[in-house]
Structures are given as structure tokens and as C-alpha cells.
């Protein structure tokens, strides 16, 4: 057997092994490619982030003026946060115990089981580098809000905490220092937070604060997240990483992706236009009824001397 036909006869054996693996990665891969398919491009998931950022900007101004007023900020912001107040104040007395904190962040991290992985991994970190005494990231936000010690979240402690922080931003925020925040001015305080954030990652792995990070502060500064990235998708905790974990993780990915669109309903102003449709049309159009309609006629009293109307 010549070389050419040594060569074809290994490529036809490599094939054969190979074709049940190329059948299940083909399948693999078309299934990908529907989900792909199905997915916000960059510049989609992009302007669904604006869209959401606008609306809540509308929301916040209240005068709508197109500005926001360091008040509209502070009262939009009450607003946000007293939701979670009174949901966490399950006995409705105006407090919040350490008891009904650790229940309603049991509550939000049962229905966000990733959030609930990062923050179990966080702290378990924190506390391999840190004396175990240390408080943990609950215990931490209850001291900062709880002004007067007695172990207790009032509203009015967290109206000043919502207030302080509001302040505080919004004075930086306001570079042209008129007492309103446009609209241009709310994307750039998003990207100096941003670059806040990379300021800070820095000066985190920057253990010998010489301003300079070493190789070794650098490999540990992309390690130690990349422990954290592979303790979340190591789902059995077994130390290794599956194809069934790998697609797992890519299922949730997509998943949370598709949370950012918001599909448009059939009978909605832009929808009736194109298609022409009255709103019975595309969708069922409940009848509400007056508060008179309810109330029970009443009979009007019959006049002196007038005779009653016989019944049929």
C-alpha cells in the first residue's frame, strides 16, 4: 500500500470515528444558532438599557420639564426604596428587625438563585481573608443605616441614608452646578461610576499601595474573580467543569438576555396602526361600570291621589 492510499485510508477511518461526534455537534450547534437567533443584538440590548434608563428618567420628572431636581431625585428614589421597606416590614409597626432583613433577603435570593451563588461566594471569601469575626455584607448595611443602634431600620433612618446618598451624587453629578440633572448629564455620571468602579478595582489589587501593580498583583487580581466566575457554574460542586454545566450556564445566559426585550402586545397604538385593527380586534376589551350603574334604582314615591300603574 502506497503513501496516498495509507493517507486516504486513515482520513476514512478518522471520519468514521469522528461522525457520531460531528452529528451531536452539529446538532449542538444548530440548536445555538436558535437560540442566537432569538437573541437582542448589541445594539438592540443597548437601546432596550436606554429605553428602560428613559423611562425611569420620565418617571423621576415629575414636573417634566426635562430636568430632574435634586428633590424629583430624593422622592423618586423614596419611592424605590420604601417598596422594599414595606415588603420587608412584614409586621407593618414602621421598623425593620435583623429578623425581617434576613427574611427579605432570603425571599429576593431564593428567586435569584446566580445572585444568591455570588453573594454566598463573595462572602465566603471574605471571610477566608478576613478575621471570621467580620461582619457580613447584611450585618455591614444594617449598621450603616441603623443611626441609632437599637438594632432596628426606622423609615425615618432610611429617608436620611436615601437622602445623603442622593445629595451626595447628585452634587457631583451636576457639573454645570444648575440644580438640575439632565439628561446628558445622567450618562455621564453612569460612565464616571463606571470609571469609579475600574479606579477602585485597581487600588483592590494594588495590595502594597505603590500605585503600580506587579505581575503577581495582576494574575491575582484576574484569578480570583475567574474562582468566583467557575464556582458559579460549577453547579454540583464536584471541582470540574461538564458539557451539561457548560450548557446549563449557556441556557441562563440566553434566558437573561431575553429578559431585556419587552415583547410589544398585539394592541398596542403602533401595532393598531399597521395592521388596522380596532382594539376588540386584537385583543379582548374589558367593560368597566360606573359606580352609579351599581347602586340599586330607586323608586320614585307616588304623588297624592294618583293611582297605581297595574302590572302586565
Known amino acids: 500500500m502506497n503513501m496516498n492510499s495509507k493517507f486516504a485510508a486513515g482520513m476514512l477511518a478518522m471520519g468514521l470515528m469522528a461522525m457520531p461526534s460531528l452529528g451531536r455537534a452539529q446538532e449542538r450547534r444548530e440548536h445555538r444558532e436558535l437560540d442566537l437567533q432569538s437573541l437582542p443584538s448589541p445594539m438592540e440590548a443597548i437601546r ?16 417634566h420639564d426635562g430636568q430632574i431636581s435634586q428633590k424629583e431625585a430624593i422622592d423618586a428614589n423614596n419611592l424605590m426604596v420604601g417598596g422594599f421597606f414595606f415588603e420587608a416590614d412584614a409586621d407593618g409597626n414602621g421598623s425593620v428587625s435583623p429578623e425581617e432583613m434576613r427574611t427579605i433577603r432570603e425571599t429576593y435570593l431564593s428567586q435569584n438563585p446566580w445572585t444568591r451563588y455570588v453573594v454566598e461566594s463573595i462572602e465566603a471569601q471574605q471571610k477566608g481573608r478576613q478575621n471570621s469575626n467580620q461582619p457580613n455584607s447584611l450585618q455591614g448595611l444594617m449598621a450603616v443605616i441603623d443611626s441609632n443602634s437599637d438594632k432596628q431600620i426606622q423609615a425615618k433612618e432610611l429617608r436620611q441614608l436615601v437622602q445623603t446618598f442622593t445629595q451626595t451624587y447628585f ?20 460612565a464616571g461610576a463606571v470609571r469609579a468602579m475600574g479606579q477602585f478595582a485597581f487600588q483592590q489589587a494594588d495590595a502594597d499601595n505603590n500605585g503600580q501593580l506587579s505581575r503577581a498583583e495582576y494574575d491575582k487580581s484576574i484569578v480570583e474573580p475567574a474562582n468566583v466566575v467557575f464556582q458559579i457554574l460549577d453547579l454540583n460542586h464536584d471541582g470540574q467543569l461538564s458539557q451539561q454545566e457548560a450548557q446549563q450556564t449557556e441556557q441562563a445566559f440566553v434566558s437573561q438576555i431575553r429578559l431585556l426585550q419587552l415583547p410589544e402586545p398585539a394592541n398596542s397604538p403602533t401595532n393598531l396602526i399597521e395592521s388596522g385593527k380596532t382594539p376588540a380586534e386584537a385583543a379582548p376589551v374589558p367593560s368597566f361600570t360606573s359606580p352609579n350603574q351599581n347602586r340599586p334604582q330607586q323608586r320614585t314615591p307616588a304623588q297624592p291621589g294618583s293611582q297605581p300603574t297595574p302590572r302586565r
Open 48 to 63: 432596550n438599557l436606554q429605553n428602560t434608563g428613559r423611562m425611569a428618567f420620565m418617571l423621576a420628572d415629575v414636573n
Open 171 to 190: 452634587s457631583a453629578a451636576d457639573t454645570n452646578r444648575d440644580g438640575q440633572m439632565s439628561p446628558s448629564e445622567v450618562n455621564a455620571s453612569l
